[in-house]
């Protein structure tokens, strides 16, 4: 990843299903999409804790945010902005993610 991606440069990957054009079409192929994604995103919650949406992480690590709002979470965190479902990862969940699923 680089400059062009909204979680550079802490996060290094980032997970997006493309779904094959085939059998589900249309909503078929959404609610598919979103399943998978929720159920990522339920499973990275269970292995590295609580995170956020990007724009939410980005903003709770500015050092003037309380303690308390402040995002712990450096090992993922999500996008579902301009029609993505991206998960952003490090090396650490990468490597589970992909012991898992993979």
Same mark, same amino acid.
């Given at each position: ?8 440069? $802490? /996060? ?7 779904? +094959? @054009? ?5 909503? +078929?192929? @959404?609610?598919? +999409? *979103? ?7 339920? %499973? ?7 995170? @956020?949406?990007?724009?939410? %992480?980005?903003? $709770? =690590? ?6 308390? =709002? =402040?995002? *712990?979470?450096? $090992? %993922? ?6 029609? =993505? +479902?991206?998960?952003?990862?490090? *090396? @650490?969940?990468?490597?589970? /993610? ?5």
């Amino acid at each position: 990843m680089d400059g062009r991606y909204g979680a550079y440069p $802490h /996060f290094t990957y980032y997970i997006e299903e493309n779904l +094959q @054009k085939g059998w589900a079409r249309g909503n +078929q192929a @959404k609610d598919l +999409q *979103d399943h998978n994604f929720f159920t990522l995103r339920e %499973w990275f919650w269970t292995a590295f804790g609580p995170s @956020k949406e990007l724009r939410y %992480w980005k903003a $709770h =690590r500015d050092p003037t945010v309380t303690p308390a =709002r =402040r995002s *712990d979470n450096d $090992h %993922w965190c999500w996008e579902t902005e301009f029609g =993505r +479902q991206r998960i952003y990862v490090d *090396d @650490k969940a990468l490597a589970l /993610f992909n012991l898992k699923w993979i």
